[in-house]
């Protein structure tokens, strides 16, 4: 994983067109990018939730965070941040 997009499922829309932005200006494949609400870039199934999340955002290469007023009232961004700054 080399880019992890931490953002509201309320913001899908937008991280659908930073994920064709970032693909068409890098030549990241969707294997490189994790953004949980978004199909095709989603957790994989039965996977720990909570254990995968911790290790993609800590080990990614770049951790993206969208900060909306809809991301700022969602645990799992605060989750994600704390647990890159961490």
């Known amino acids: 994983m080399k880019v992890f997009i931490s953002h509201s499922s309320e913001d899908v829309k937008t991280v659908q ?3 064709t932005a970032l693909r068409m200006s890098t030549g990241l494949s969707a294997k490189d990018i994790r953004a949980s609400s978004v199909e095709g870039y ?12 911790r ?19 969602s ?12």
């Open 17 to 19: 067109l930073l994920i």
């Open 42 to 53: 989603r957790l994989p199934g039965g996977a720990d939730t909570d254990e995968l999340l």
């Open 75 to 86: 645990v799992y961004v605060l989750f994600e941040l704390g647990a890159r700054w961490g």
């Open 55 to 73: 290790a993609e955002v800590h080990d990614a290469e770049v951790l993206i965070a969208l900060l909306t007023p809809a991301s700022a009232k």
